[in-house]
């Protein structure tokens, strides 16, 4: 079945560090790929998305590639803030769940930036 | 505008008692969904609707009831709950219910079952 993994937090990290946050994902179609971020009582934001191989999403200095061959969709950036501490969640959706839009969630990556 | 909103922003309830979840979007999609999410967990899917059709139910127990009275409208009634319902209750809108369809998400309600 569809599934999607990502790394274990919590990831700390200083003010302007390189920030790479692992996904990786099995599916049994050509999945579309979402990066939401969740901030502390909020809701989910979408971040970025790609729908085919080698597509990059970017947003808010924020970019992941849609890497097939690997079957990985891994966020990065270059210079974090302290307003990026939030948890991230991969996500897929993929034809195999018969086309709803059923998204199915890694268990989310919580990054704290400190000053 | 990609907002989803949703009422109340928090609602404690006794498990006798009976309450409404509301959502709605002005974006003009034609798919709305509910989410359970606990805890430092991913968000559940509960619910889909499809052009205001249920389009998909995962097995969730009937104490939980959707509505969508119109496209824009998406409704959870709660009946009898438990305390181990008690989580954010995640609604979100996408323009269909496809696979590179991006969905957007409200803020949530937070539900507290005594």
């Known amino acids: 079945g569809n599934s999607v993994t990502q790394m274990e937090g919590p990831v700390t990290l200083s003010e302007e560090a390189f920030l790479t946050i692992n996904c990786t994902y099995t599916a049994t179609g050509y999945p579309s790929l979402f990066w939401y971020v969740q901030y502390p009582g909020e809701g989910l934001q979408l971040l970025l998305k790609a729908t085919k191989a080698d597509d990059k999403g970017s947003n808010k200095g924020f970019e992941a590639t849609y890497r097939k061959e690997t079957t990985s969709f891994h966020l990065e950036k270059g210079s974090v803030q302290v307003s990026d501490s939030a948890v991230y969640f991969c996500a897929l959706s993929d034809y195999g769940s018969g086309n709803t839009g059923k998204l199915i969630f890694g268990q989310g990556t919580t990054l704290q930036v400190k000053p | 505008d990609t907002e989803v909103t949703q009422t109340p922003k928090h609602l404690v309830m006794g498990m006798t008692n009976k309450k409404s979840l509301k959502c709605e979007q002005h974006m003009g999609h034609r798919a709305m969904y509910w989410y359970k999410q606990k805890a430092k967990k991913p968000p559940e899917l509960m619910f889909v609707?499809?052009?205001?059709?249920?389009?998909i139910n995962e097995s969730v127990p009937s104490r939980f009831s959707p509505e969508c009275p119109n496209s824009s409208l998406l409704n959870l009634h709660l009946h009898a709950l438990q305390p181990e319902d008690s989580a954010l209750y995640l609604c979100?809108?996408?323009?269909?219910?496809?696979?590179?369809?991006?969905?957007?998400f409200g803020p949530g309600t937070r539900l507290t079952v005594t």
């Open positions: 609707y499809s052009y205001e059709k249920l389009s």
């Open positions: 979100a809108s996408s323009q269909g219910a496809g696979v590179a369809y991006e969905q957007y």
